[in-house]
């Protein structure tokens, strides 16, 4: 069965850093595009970027040119690098990609900013 599973969330101060992490099972990783989403406190969960399976990546307004995403078909991983964090950053992450048949998410990893 597909699985995904995020990691690398944390607590840390505005400007700083974190990189996500996702790796993929159950599905031939490299032929599926991959996003990132985010849940921000009391809200819903919006897109926040994603990557072709050819690796074209996209984002949201709020984190272009600090956010980066990628993957690594070796390893079925994808990545968020996430630099200059802000507070409004704060919320779960989510991995997600679909079939023609459904959705699939992780767990969701934690990411707090806050000084």
């Known amino acids: 069965q597909v699985q995904l599973v995020e990691s690398g969330g944390g607590l840390v101060q505005p400007g700083e850093s974190l990189k996500l992490s996702c790796v993929g099972s159950?599905?031939?990783?490299?032929?599926?595009?991959m996003h990132w989403y985010r849940q921000k406190p009391g809200g819903q969960r919006d897109l926040v970027a994603g990557?072709?399976?050819?690796?074209?990546?996209d984002y949201v307004d709020s984190v272009m040119g600090r956010f980066a995403i990628s993957r690594d078909n070796t390893k079925n991983t994808l990545y968020l690098q996430m630099n200059n964090l802000e507070p409004d950053d704060t919320g779960v992450y989510y991995c997600?990609?679909?079939?023609?048949?459904?959705?699939?998410w992780g767990q969701g990893t934690q990411v707090t900013v806050s000084s």
């Open positions: 159950g599905f031939v990783f490299k032929n599926y595009a």
């Open positions: 990557i072709t399976s050819l690796g074209r990546a």
């Open positions: 997600h990609t679909e079939t023609i048949q459904r959705h699939y």
